[in-house]
């Protein structure tokens, strides 16, 4: 973020963070939407706890983070915010699912039955269910993560045995396309399967869809949650990260 003279970063913080809540609302018209239909994840990863401490003093609740350490650590300082939901959406290695089955509210991007297991097995008992979303690759080739959407029964039906997981949704990651028209168009396929999904289990509410570049599309194409970090906290600074 560019330091503005006239504001310390916390006030920043606090400023886009009203702006992205009315663009969401505007786009939320656009599409003709009902008001709240779509809720607004805070990704701080790589962000300092200031930061996070900022969006939630107006109001944030919910914050993503991608790297486990780094989510931990920022746990752990500010654990008075005792409000704070957190959201794992980062890529899942198996060594790491222990400390985030211990700590974590969701789960995005779950997209391996190993993965699934393990989540389910080390959630602790005095916890409530990880709540979890499936991340479907529907950019084919260009992405590692996510099931193919021929994978998505046989995930979905895993996913509902397993006793200490409870599935909410879909979650994607799109490849950058060029125009709203474009966006929209990579969308469909996830949005129809959401529907007939949502349809079948009252639970399954949630299409994590829309970051700072697409969150018009993602809302026209059915989002519930976006998940913001550029636009609230700033351009991250990836050469001061050590993972
Ligand atoms: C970093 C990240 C975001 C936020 O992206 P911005 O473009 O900064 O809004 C959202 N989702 C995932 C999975 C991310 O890794």
Not at 4 to 27: G, M, P
Not at 60 to 69: A, D, I, L, S, T
Not at 192 to 215: N, P, Q, R, V, W
């Amino acid at each position: 973020m560019t330091h503005d003279t006239n504001r310390t970063y916390a006030e920043q913080v606090k400023h886009k963070l009203q702006q992205v809540r009315q663009e969401i609302q505007s786009h939320i018209s656009d599409a003709q939407r009902k008001t709240n239909s779509v809720s607004l994840l805070a990704v701080s990863k790589t962000k300092p706890i200031e930061a996070i401490q900022a969006a939630y003093q107006a109001g944030q609740r919910k914050f993503g983070e991608n790297y486990v350490q780094e989510a931990v650590d920022k746990q752990q300082t500010l654990r008075e915010l005792s409000e704070i939901e957190w959201h794992f959406i980062g890529p899942l290695q198996s060594n790491k699912s222990r400390q985030i089955a211990q700590t974590m509210a969701w789960v995005h991007s779950v997209d391996r039955e190993k993965i699934a297991r393990r989540l389910s097995e080390q959630r602790p008992a005095d916890m409530p269910p990880l709540q979890v979303c499936i991340q479907v690759n529907i950019s084919g080739e260009e992405s590692k993560s996510g099931i193919d959407l021929s994978q998505l029964p046989a995930m979905v039906q895993l996913i509902k045995s397993l006793p200490n997981l409870q599935l909410r949704g879909l979650m994607a990651i799109p490849a950058p396309q060029q125009s709203f028209e474009q966006q929209c168009q990579v969308y469909k396929p996830l949005q129809t399967a959401f529907l007939e999904l949502s349809k079948t289990d009252s639970m399954i509410d949630t299409l994590s869809i829309g970051m700072s570049g697409d969150l018009a599309a993602a809302i026209a194409s059915g989002s519930t949650m976006v998940r913001v970090g550029t636009a609230i906290f700033g351009a991250r600074d990836y050469t001061k990260t050590s993972e």
